[in-house]
Each structure stands twice: as C-alpha cells, then as structure tokens.
C-alpha cells in the first residue's frame, strides 16, 4: 500500500503531513511512501532528507495522486 503526502497549497502553511521520521516508521510497518518535491521545504525538511529516509520524493502532484492509495 502507498502513502502519499503532497505539498500543502495554502499561502504560509509551515507544516507537512509526514517528516522524514515518521515516514520512516511507515515504511517499517511495511508501507511504501511517496512525497510530492518540496513538500517539507518550509518545515525544514529536504528532499534529499525524504531520499535518506527511504521515501520516493515525485515531481508533481499529479504523479502523487495517481500513484497513491492514500493520501495524508
């Protein structure tokens, strides 16, 4: 089962669905988990911190949605 979290669309929203961590524990529990680039940006969180973790980091929000059963 994916898991996806996209980038947050309201003007100044600071927070993300999922940090690095806890897509992580995600992928522990055996889920595969997807992120839309950028998503993390303003909570301080990278794209390549997403990558360090395991996570599949998507170019667009389209591929996001398509590819995920789940979306949080």
């Not at 996209?6 to 524990?25: D, F, H, M, N, W």
């Not at 940006?41 to 995920?68: C, H, M, P, T």
């Amino acid at each position: 089962m994916k898991i996806a979290a996209p980038k947050e669309i309201y003007s100044g929203e600071k927070r993300v669905a999922l940090t690095p961590t806890s897509a992580g524990q995600l992928q522990k529990l055996g889920y595969e988990v997807l992120v839309e680039s950028g998503a993390g940006i303003s909570a301080r969180f990278s794209n390549e911190d997403y990558k360090a973790s395991g996570v599949d980091v998507l170019k667009s929000s389209a591929s996001l949605w398509q590819k995920a059963d789940i979306i949080i």
